[in-house]
């Protein structure tokens, strides 16, 4: 859930903005590509702008995958039922209307569903993620690597520059 599986992803935590800028430039002169350097801190890129450091961006994400599946099903659901159960509700608009007006509560009912599955899962980095942020909130300086598939993150590279924390978030 809070990676795709095919990226290892670390976050290197600094004192210094200098620090992080040496870094990046180290990085980057690298042979190896890596899919994504983020500098996060003030000036730089805002920490819940980062789905994978956010567990708001998550949780949203979350349930609108979850919606596109309860919602069809909770309309489909709300006729279904109408028809079985035979309750004349709203006989006020007519047979068809009738199914219609189950069918649209049921599909507001897999929307609620949706809202309450997401905030129910918790990510397995919960831990790892409040420590990244609480560095960030005590004024530290920190840069997300992401690296593909294959491709070993420079730990030796990351130990050389001195950093605060190394927290590593997950691996291939």
């Excluded at 992080?20 to 890596?34: A, G, Y």
């Excluded at 809202?115 to 420590?131: C, E, G, T």
């Amino acid at each position: 859930m809070f990676c795709d599986g095919t990226l290892a992803t670390c976050v290197v935590v600094f004192a210094r903005h200098s620090q992080l800028e040496t870094l990046q430039k180290e990085l980057r002169l690298q042979v190896q590509p890596f899919t994504k350097l983020t500098p996060i801190g003030m000036g730089e890129t805002d920490i819940n702008q980062i789905e994978l450091l956010s567990p708001d961006l998550q949780r949203r994400k979350r349930q609108q995958q979850m919606a596109l599946w309860l919602m069809p099903f909770g309309f489909v659901a709300g006729i279904t039922f109408t028809y079985i159960a035979d309750i004349n509700t709203f006989s006020f608009v007519g047979p068809f209307g009738e199914h219609l007006i189950g069918g649209g509560l049921g599909l507001g009912s897999g929307l609620m569903g949706s809202f309450v599955a997401a905030a129910s899962v918790s990510s397995d980095n919960d831990d790892s993620i409040r420590i990244v942020r609480n560095r960030l909130q005590e004024g530290s300086w920190l840069l997300l690597i992401e690296t593909p598939t294959g491709i070993d993150i420079p730990w030796s590279l990351l130990q050389k520059s001195r950093p605060q924390a190394l927290i590593r978030l997950s691996d291939t």
